[in-house]
């Protein structure tokens, strides 16, 4: 099995250590750091996108595969920023106004950024005019929303309310959490709904697709 294969097995399995060291020997032996991302890391956390909708992982496995991903994604960035590589889009993420959970977000923060999109992640009780700042100031092409209280959804929609009458027209709001359904995406006016991190990929680039 050669390198890439292998750094993606340990994504899979969710070994930093082998991540970081397989990522080391890759990068000794001339490979690109955007081939490691993509033939390497990409492919591993696809695999742990796969399992987790067939319910072969849990939030525990996704956190310790994403955790690799990041060590070895550390090693990475800024060889990719020198060599004047950019992510495929940029977006802005956070936990709405009121709410202070993470794990969701963090792990489609995980994803994204695994699957080449740049993340600018902004936490937790996050107000719309700090989403609205954010999205103008990185000039982002999509807005993560997430929340896991029935009580902080209505936040949700103060956010993409302030998003569009900051005239973001093209700005894509995409929003997630245990609470939210895709009706009530519809009626909010969101772009996109991902009922849980492994589907906002592939959600977020249909949406900037």
Sequence with gaps: MDELKQLSEAVIKGNRNEAK??????????KKPLEIVEQGLVPGMAVV???FKCNEFFVPEMLIAARAMKEAMAMLEPLLAQAGIKPKCTAILGTVQGDLHDIGKNLVGMMWKGANIGVVDLGTNVPPEK?????????????GLSAL????????????????DAGLQ???VIIG????TQEYANEIGADGYAP??????????????
């Design 131 to 143: 989403f609205v700042a954010a999205a103008k100031e990185n000039n982002a092409q999509l807005v």
């Design 196 to 209: 849980d991190a492994a589907s906002a990929v592939d959600v977020a680039l249909k949406a900037v697709a």
């Design 21 to 30: 060291r397989l990522t080391q020997v890759l990068l000794d032996s001339g």
């Design 49 to 51: 996108g796969e399992k």
């Design 149 to 164: 209280l029935t009580t902080t959804i209505p936040a949700m929609k103060d956010t993409i309310k302030a998003v569009r």
């Design 170 to 172: 093209t700005v894509k």
């Design 177 to 180: 959490g245990a609470p939210v």
